[in-house]
């Protein structure tokens, strides 16, 4: 008699992985010593755009401890340029990218420098004597202006503008031109808004160790990427691909910024090879607040047009992406996700996209949670909050008007994307049902009628995002530098034990434990007897990493996918080892059953017999190993309704949140205590950008929120308690049904949270408050709109000027 397993899939387990993370008995990468190892310090630019008059680096020599000191000259023939792989149009600017800059820096915080010393005390007290002699040179720091070409980042280039990309809908057959809809509209909204720029604030700060020793570079580094980092290492560095090995241990947190290849850890390879010693990087917070890539940083102007019922008739997007002084890994293609992404789950009938990506003298940006689909979910769920006020209509029945309906999936969009699945029906009327809606809508009713101080506010964000970056042919189509596969090995012990081998590359995801979970119910082996292996390019050999909620829709693909070539051949085994025809076998719980009889023998048996391999069917070879890749045909594309209610103290500006909802559908769920954790974790970074999180420049470029004492990310006593919960609509792009969760909470709260305080204080007047809603700026915004006829537009306010949407390609 055969016990009952409790399937393994959809079952909330503890993580395997939080035992030792969470007490400490783990690897980080500052964590690694090493026999010999020297320490690592970068002398940052304190100019944001100066040429580089002299280095004198003899004080610093002299100093104890200091073994040697580099500057851009000195590695100027090895250093090459930092990669990126994202050309989004053939006519694309690109300058140069020194990971020590040689000549010219172009952003306070730029590596100029670099100290080599026994300690990192020693390597510290050396950067204090380095003495550099700059050249100021014309700071450009505004979006608006840069594209004006008065100053230049980069003379050679002879612009500011890196590219122009633009999507029409009439021209590429999705859709009906959009000026037409414009001329056409009964109603036309018009707004310009401001993603004001992120940092990514990980939790372990960046850190690179390289020991040079040996017949390889093995690199350790808290990254996202070790098999993209590998080979962009090679391919920058002149040092073979097979001669290196990059180990991303335990990695705490990412959320894009380790998205990338980083100047430090060139630097560290070239120091490691020339010194033919190990040495060791780890920055501080300030230094990584200045000098890791930032997020956003977008101006947006958008027209929507649409009927007096509501009905969205178009959409024209027109965008200005600060790239920062360089271009990174995947900066070009960041405000591009988005392109795909402002029509949401509306049926918009005709669009228009066109984004100028624009260099400026700051920080490079580059991917931050969400990357590009936050930018565009906040402004469509804007629009829709200013169309529904302008029309006098409920915001969710504004919704309801242009959604998708759950019986016309499959529906491809008027940006081209074919939504596979979804339900926004079902997740709002759940939305709604735990909110209280009209509950709350009479209460805000009623503050409003006795003249409250405080007054109530209710914001919806109904989103989708497309998830499972990606098929290779569609990044393909967008001149991506490389594909959206991922690699899988299954190797059966014959001990009965199971490893895992992923080149997904999680780095607080808890890959171990959903990993462990989908092949103990494929292989019907206990949780607990599987290893999942990750993180080391010479254990995993083949990745694309972690990124993009690629995780489980393409990496768990594909280990699903090797477990069903395992299974296959021990089919063949365990029907050899009994004497029937393939055929005749059933396999379920770890079991090869006859049909029809009690014979059976279990796949760990086969294991065993195969390592063994006295009696293996005839050329056979003896293992039962499988490995896969999987390349998906198409995105998944999780969907959901966030509601956030928000009081608003209108003669201090203080914002609380008073009660935050959100149902999400992400398919067919794994682990749903992880899946909690990622909404939650989401949300809070989504709240951080609405009410806290922004980085300031002052007029010389200098990064004033230079600390976390003045970058504001809120803690837990910031936030509230998340209601939050799930409806189910399997995705049908690949057979496990999942669609992705690490960013959905970043994507939906953000609108939801600035719709809700702008629904306070819109009774008085107010239609716009930039991010974050600070207390002075939601302050200002109410006693600024009664001498504001046309409505407040903030800071960011004034338009983008003219922007150049004629020409370029695409």
């Known amino acids: 008699m055969t016990a009952t397993v409790e399937p393994e899939v959809g079952r909330s387990r503890l993580r395997k992985e939080d035992a030792r993370l969470i007490t400490g008995r783990t690897r980080w990468t500052d964590n690694v010593t090493l026999p010999g190892l020297l320490h690592v310090a970068f002398l940052r630019s304190t100019s944001a755009h100066a040429r580089i008059a002299s280095i004198d680096t003899a004080a610093a020599k002299s100093k104890p401890g200091v073994i040697a000191i580099l500057t851009g000259a000195d590695i100027a023939d090895e250093q090459g340029?930092?990669?990126?792989?994202?050309?989004?149009?053939?006519?694309?600017?690109?300058?140069?990218?020194?990971?020590?800059?040689?000549?010219?820096?172009?952003?306070?915080?730029?590596?100029?420098?670099?100290?080599?010393?026994?300690?990192?005390?020693?390597?510290?007290?050396?950067?204090?004597?380095?003495?550099?002699?700059y050249d100021e040179l014309p700071v450009v720091l505004d979006l608006a202006?840069?594209?004006?070409?008065?100053?230049?980042?980069?003379?050679?280039?002879?612009?500011?503008?890196?590219?122009?990309?633009?999507?029409?809908?009439?021209?590429?057959?999705?859709?009906?031109?959009?000026?037409?809809?414009?001329?056409?509209?009964?109603?036309?909204?018009?707004?310009?808004f401001r993603q004001q720029r992120l940092i990514p604030s990980f939790m372990e700060p960046r850190s690179v160790v390289v020991d040079p020793t040996g017949e390889q570079l093995t690199m350790w580094s808290s990254t996202q990427i070790p098999h993209i980092l590998r080979l962009m290492l090679a391919l920058t560095t002149n040092t073979p691909e097979h001669k290196i090995r990059v180990i991303a241990p335990d990695v705490g947190g990412g959320f894009g910024g380790k998205l990338q290849v980083t100047p430090e850890e060139v630097v560290c390879l070239l120091a490691a090879k020339r010194l033919g010693k190990p040495v060791k990087w780890t920055e501080s917070r300030s230094e990584s607040l200045v000098s890791a890539h930032h997020g956003r940083d977008q101006l947006q102007k958008l027209t929507l047009a649409a009927r007096r019922d509501g009905t969205v008739t178009g959409l024209k997007v027109e965008l200005l992406a600060d790239m920062g002084a360089y271009l990174r890994l995947v900066t070009p293609g960041v405000p591009i996700?988005?392109?795909?992404?402002?029509?949401?789950?509306?049926?918009?009938?005709?669009?228009?996209?066109?984004?100028?990506?624009?260099?400026?003298?700051?920080?490079?940006?580059?991917?931050y949670r969400g990357a590009g689909r936050p930018e565009a979910t906040f402004a469509i769920e804007r629009l829709m909050d200013e169309l529904a006020a302008e029309l006098d209509l409920d915001p969710i029945e504004v919704r309801e008007k242009n959604w998708i309906k759950n019986d016309e999936f499959p529906f491809t969009t008027v940006a081209g994307m074919t939504y596979d699945s979804g339900d926004y029906e079902a997740a709002t009327a759940r939305a709604k049902e735990l909110f209280d809606y009209d509950g709350l809508r009479a209460e805000q009713q009623e503050r409003r009628r006795r003249g409250?101080?405080?007054?109530?506010?209710?914001?919806?964000?109904?989103?989708?995002?497309?998830?499972?970056?990606?098929?290779?042919?569609?990044?393909?189509?967008?001149?991506?530098?490389?594909?959206?596969?991922?690699?899988?090995?299954?190797?059966?012990?014959?001990?009965?034990?199971?490893?895992?081998?992923?080149?997904?590359?999680?780095?607080?995801?808890?890959?171990?434990?959903?990993?462990?979970?989908?092949?103990?119910?494929?292989?019907?082996?206990?949780?607990?007897?599987?290893?999942?292996?990750?993180?080391?390019?010479?254990?995993?050999?083949?990745?694309?990493?972690?990124?993009?909620?690629?995780?489980?829709?393409?990496g768990a693909m594909a280990v699903l996918k090797a477990g069903e070539k395992v299974i296959a051949k021990a089919r063949k085994i365990a029907a050899h080892l009994m004497e029937c025809a393939e055929d005749d076998l059933e396999f379920a719980g770890g079991q090869f059953t006859v049909r029809g009889t009690a014979k059976s023998t279990g796949i760990t048996d086969v294991a065993l017999a195969v390592f063994a391999a006295h009696d293996l069917p005839d050329g056979m070879e003896p293992s039962l190993d499988a490995e896969a890749t999987f390349d998906p045909e198409n995105f998944s594309f999780p969907h959901g309704t966030h509601l956030c209610a928000t009081e608003v103290d209108t003669e201090t500006g203080h914002v609380k949140i008073r009660k935050y909802v959100c149902v999400d559908d992400i398919g067919k769920v794994i682990n749903p205590m992880i899946v909690d954790g990622q909404v939650h974790g989401?949300?809070?970074?989504?709240?951080?950008?609405?009410?806290?999180?922004?980085?300031?420049?002052?007029?010389?470029?200098?990064?004033?929120?230079?600390?976390?004492?003045?970058?504001?990310?809120?803690?837990?006593?910031?936030?509230?308690?998340?209601?939050?919960?799930?409806?189910?609509?399997?995705?049908?792009?690949?057979?496990?049904?999942?669609?992705?969760?690490?960013?959905?909470?970043?994507?939906?709260?953000?609108?939801?949270?600035?719709?809700?305080?702008?629904?306070a204080v819109r009774h008085l007047g107010v239609r716009d408050i930039p991010m974050p809603c600070t207390p002075m700026r939601v302050w200002s915004a109410i006693h600024g709109a009664s001498t504001a006829e046309s409505g407040i537009r903030g800071e960011a306010g004034g338009g983008l000027g003219s922007i150049d949407t004629a020409g370029g390609s695409r």
């Open 682 to 759: 989401g949300l809070a970074q989504g709240l951080a950008q609405a009410l806290y999180e922004e980085a300031i420049h002052d007029e010389t470029g200098t990064l004033t929120t230079g600390t976390f004492a003045d970058y504001l990310v809120p803690s837990a006593a910031d936030l509230p308690s998340f209601v939050t919960d799930r409806t189910v609509s399997p995705s049908t792009t690949n057979s496990l049904g999942v669609k992705g969760v690490g960013e959905a909470g970043t994507i939906a709260s953000t609108p939801a949270v600035v719709n809700a305080v702008i629904d």
């Open 337 to 367: 996700l988005g392109a795909f992404m402002f029509n949401a789950i509306y049926k918009i009938p005709a669009y228009h996209f066109a984004c100028t990506n624009v260099f400026t003298n700051k920080t490079p940006t580059d991917a």
């Open 145 to 192: 202006t840069a594209i004006d070409d008065a100053d230049l980042v980069h003379p050679d280039l002879d612009t500011n503008k890196s590219a122009l990309w633009v999507f029409d809908s009439a021209e590429a057959g999705t859709g009906s031109d959009v000026e037409e809809a414009i001329a056409g509209a009964e109603v036309l909204i018009e707004r310009t």
């Open 452 to 554: 409250d101080v405080v007054q109530l506010g209710i914001g919806t964000s109904t989103f989708t995002e497309m998830c499972g970056l990606a098929p290779s042919r569609v990044l393909g189509s967008l001149a991506y530098g490389a594909g959206g596969w991922e690699h899988a090995a299954i190797r059966m012990l014959p001990s009965g034990k199971v490893e895992v081998v992923t080149g997904s590359s999680p780095h607080g995801q808890g890959h171990e434990t959903a990993w462990s979970q989908i092949v103990a119910d494929q292989l019907g082996v206990p949780f607990d007897d599987i290893e999942v292996l990750h993180g080391d390019t010479q254990i995993s050999a083949r990745g694309m990493d972690t990124y993009g909620s690629r995780s489980l829709t393409v």
């Open 81 to 133: 340029s930092l990669p990126c792989a994202w050309p989004i149009t053939e006519d694309q600017k690109a300058p140069p990218a020194p990971s020590l800059a040689v000549d010219t820096v172009n952003f306070a915080g730029e590596a100029v420098a670099v100290v080599i010393a026994r300690s990192k005390a020693e390597a510290h007290d050396a950067l204090e004597v380095i003495d550099v002699d």
